[in-house]
C-alpha cells in the first residue's frame, strides 16, 4: 500500500506552501547507547498515551525529554503495536532545528522498551525516513514492506533527537489504514518568546484525550 503523507499528525497546515513542501531524506541515522549522551536531569516527564482507531488499529507512545550538559535537550520517541492492525509509518512533528537524530542501542530509559524494528531500509537511499523543516518539523518513519510491518505485540526502536530548542508541545502519530496521534515533547524554535515551560504541558495533556503520564516501566 503506498500513501503520499503531505500532513502532519491529521492537523492542518499552517499554510499553502507548507503543503507543497517537499520532505528530504534522512541520511544519517546511527545507533547510540542512551547513557553516552550523559542526560543530567528529566526536562519533560514521560508520556505515554493509547491510541485506538475504529477498534482495529491500537497501541501505546511514549515520548520523554531530557537535559543535556551541552545545553541541549534530548527527545524520545516510541510506538508500540497492540493489533489488530499493522504499523506501517511511526512519525513526529514540531521538531525543530535537530543536530543529531537517530535510535537508541542499549539502555534504554524507564518506560521505553528496548530493541524494536528499524524501518524499511532502501539499497540506494538508505533508512525510509524523510524530514520536512517547512510543514511542522515533521519527521516521518516508514515500515511500508511486509518485512519491516510492525506487527501486533511488536515495537518501533526508540527515536532520539537533540536539539536547543526547549521541550514544548508536538504531535507523535501512527498509520495504517487510519490515522492515530497523540501529543508528545517536541524542542521548540531556541530563543522564541512563545516558548512554554516544560510543566506547563502537563495541563495540556489532561485536556488532549486519553494520556497518562506515568513513571513504570514497560515490560
Known sequence: MKIRYAFVCGLALASAAAALAVPQNVTSFV????????????????????????????????????????????????????????????????????????????????????????????????????????????????YTDHLTYVLAGEHTVTYYVVSKGAPVAGRMFAIDHGTADAVAWAPGVPGSPTTPEPSALLGLLAAAGPLAVIARRRK
Do not use: R
Open 31 to 142: 545507533g547510540s547507547d542512551f547513557a553516552s549522551f550523559g542526560a543530567n536531569s528529566v526536562a519533560g516527564a514521560l508520556i505515554t498515551s493509547n491510541y485506538n482507531y475504529n477498534n482495529t488499529f491500537t497501541g501505546t507512545f511514549a515520548s520523554q525529554a531530557f537535559s543535556l550538559s551541552s545545553g541541549e535537550y534530548l527527545y524520545l520517541y516510541q510506538a508500540e503495536n497492540s493489533g489488530k492492525s499493522v504499523l506501517e509509518v511511526f512519525g513526529f512533528s514540531e521538531v525543530y532545528n535537530p543536530s543529531q537524530f537517530g535510535y537508541l542501542n542499549a539502555n534504554s530509559p524507564i518506560g521505553f522498551l528496548t530493541g524494536g524494528k528499524l524501518p524499511v531500509q532502501s539499497v540506494t537511499e538508505g533508512y525510509t525516513i524523510t524530514y520536512d523543516a517547512e510543514a511542522g518539523g515533521f519527521y516521518s518513519c516508514k
